[in-house]
């Protein structure tokens, strides 16, 4: 495994951008390959044996390219194959992505979190888990929002359309006292500014981007694999979906402060 090689970032779509964004921040010399399943997505809404199928296939889009390290840029995935990924590439770095509810809880104990995140992620072993791990310290509210990522996909960030469906959702889910939002999908931080809008300069809201980044950075210094580059890395984008408009709006996405 040579330090040159690029660090592959897998998503179903284009969530996986907000990962990317803050894996340039911290180590912006390395060189990357963005895969985006768009042709397949949403995952979220699929059976664990499709989501688990599709995930395989993905990845080793990636790794046949021969990446460094491999960082599922998204929380279904991860939920469902991480554990698969890790045994079938047991050589390789592969960095996962979870609902940042611990560092929500630890923001404010004995507050109220509600994590926004895909019904397969929710209802998943690895989400469950989580949940009984920090149950006792805080009131955890789950929020499925089926349909979500499809705005980001379209590129709809701040439309009406949009005000109305995170308004509807968070009605549903019982989540207007919430001191914490947990964007436990890659794709919400895209429509952060509007949940905030919505919610209210009392809630926090946590993602896992920068920690994400951050142990990328950890696991490959460790094995001795950070780039020697001087110069700016670069990024190779792909999708599944032959609409070149995703590959465009994926770099829009990538420069949104
Ligand atoms: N971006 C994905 C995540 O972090 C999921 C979107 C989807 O395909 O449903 O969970």
Redesign the pocket.
Known sequence: MGKEQPIGVL???L??VSVLRALREVLPKENYLYFGDSAN?????KTEEEILNLSLKAAEKLIVQGVKALVIA???ITGVAATALREKYDKLIVVG?EPAVKPAVAAKPRGTVMVM??TA?LQGERFQALLRRWRGEATIIECPCPGL?EFVEQGEISSPALRDYLTEKIEDCGGWEADSVVLG???YPFVQKMIREIMGPHARLFDGALGIARQTERRLEAEHLLSDRKAPGTIIWQNSSADARLIALGKKLLAIK
């Open positions: 998503d179903s779509g969530g996986g997505a949403p995952y979220g809404v998204c929380n279904t992505t995140a895909t992620t990522m999908c890659t794709h």
